[in-house]
């Protein structure tokens, strides 16, 4: 079992920036940042891999920055926009078999941390 606890959720105007946590209670072989809104698909936004290699999805990779220091994950999320508001998830993988991008991948799961952005 892997318990992990974001942090880091705010309101913020658009062109602001955030930095989330996400703290892990042990290793896994990955990690990673998903993003969910009402009605739609859970979205993978980042994601770290145990021998360092990270993989961003194309439609924040100019703005957002995936890092991992021991057994804290960190989105660094800059030039936020309206559509960046979301309920943005940890997750956590003993064995990453998948995408890094896909939910599938991952067992263990955060309880999401609220991102607003206003314009």
């Known amino acids: 079992q892997v318990e992990l606890v974001e942090s880091g959720g705010a309101s913020v105007q658009a062109g602001g920036a955030l930095r989330l946590s996400c703290k892990a209670s042990r290793y896994g072989s990955g990690m990673a940042w998903f993003r969910q809104t009402i009605g739609k698909e859970r979205e993978g936004v980042a994601a770290?891999?145990?021998?360092?290699i990270t993989t961003t999805a194309p439609s924040v990779r100019d703005r957002f920055i995936v890092s991992q220091v021991e057994k804290i994950l960190y989105l660094q999320m800059n030039n936020l926009k309206p559509e960046d508001t979301s309920i943005y998830y940890c997750?956590?993988?003993?064995?990453?078999?998948?995408?890094?991008?896909?939910?599938?991948?991952?067992?263990?799961w955060g309880q999401g941390t609220q991102v607003t952005v206003s314009s």
């Open positions: 997750a956590a993988a003993d064995w990453c078999s998948g995408s890094l991008l896909s939910a599938s991948t991952y067992t263990y």
């Open positions: 770290v891999k145990i021998d360092g």
